[in-house]
C-alpha cells in the first residue's frame, strides 16, 4: 500500500505537520492552492517570555487569489529577516541547543530565495533532517490535476500511484468519505498527541513551531516527534 499525505508548504510547522509524514511514502505539496494570509503558511507561533507569539515572514501584496508558489518575499533590505532573527535570539538565546540551531536558521533565513515557496521547501528539507524524515516530496503544480475538492485529492493521490490518503483532522469539516469509497482510495485520519518537552518561559505550550522543539531539545527531536505514538 502506497500512503499519501497532501499539505500546503507551511513555514516551521508544528509537531502535527511532520507527523502525518511517518506515516507517508509520498508527501504531495500543496504548492497551487491559494495563498492565505491568515493562515500558516508564512507564519508560525514561537514562545516569548510573555507567551506564544508569531513569527512571521514578510511577503510582498498581492492578488486574493494567488497561489503559494507565486507569493513573493519581500525585498530583506527592509530589515524583515534582522527582526526575525533578533525576535528568536531575544526568546532562546537560553535555550540548551542555541549554539548549534541558530546560525542553521541564520543561514536559511539569508540563502538567496526569491519566493516563499523556495524559502518554506528550504526550511522544510532541514527539519526533515532533524527528524529522520525521508519523504518522496512531489509538487501539485507538477501533476496537472484540475479537478477540484475531495476530487482534485484523489486526482493527486493517484497522479502519484497512491491507493491510501491519510488526512489531517483539519480536512473533516469538507472530506465526503463516500465519494473516497468510491474511488477505491483507503481513507485514514491521522490521530496525533502532542508531546511533552521541555521549554523555556515557564509551563509547557504545545502547538508551536517545530523551531521551539529544535531549540530545546534538537537531538532528541526525532524521538519526541514518534513519542506520542
Sequence with gaps: MTTVVCHQPDFVPYLGFF?????ADVFVILDDVQFLRRGWHHRDRIKTRDGADWLTLSVEK???ETAIKDIRLADAANGWIDGNLNLLRANYAAAPHFATIMPQVEA???RPAATL???NMAFL????????????VVLSSSLAVESTANQRLIDLVQAVGGDSYLSGTGALDYLDPGV?????????VQ???HPCYSQLHGGF??????LDLFFNCAPDAAAILRSGR
Design 19 to 23: 507527523d502525518r509524514l511517518l506515516d
Design 62 to 64: 498581492a492578488p486574493r
Design 205 to 210: 505550550e504545545p502547538y508551536l513551531s517545530c
Design 125 to 136: 528539507d532541514w527539519a526533515y533532517g532533524l527528524f529522520d524524515l525521508r519523504p518522496s
Design 117 to 119: 515557496l523556495e524559502l
Design 108 to 110: 536559511l533565513y539569508r
Design 180 to 188: 473516497w469509497c468510491e474511488s477505491g482510495i483507503k481513507l485514514t
Design 191 to 193: 490521530r496525533f498527541e
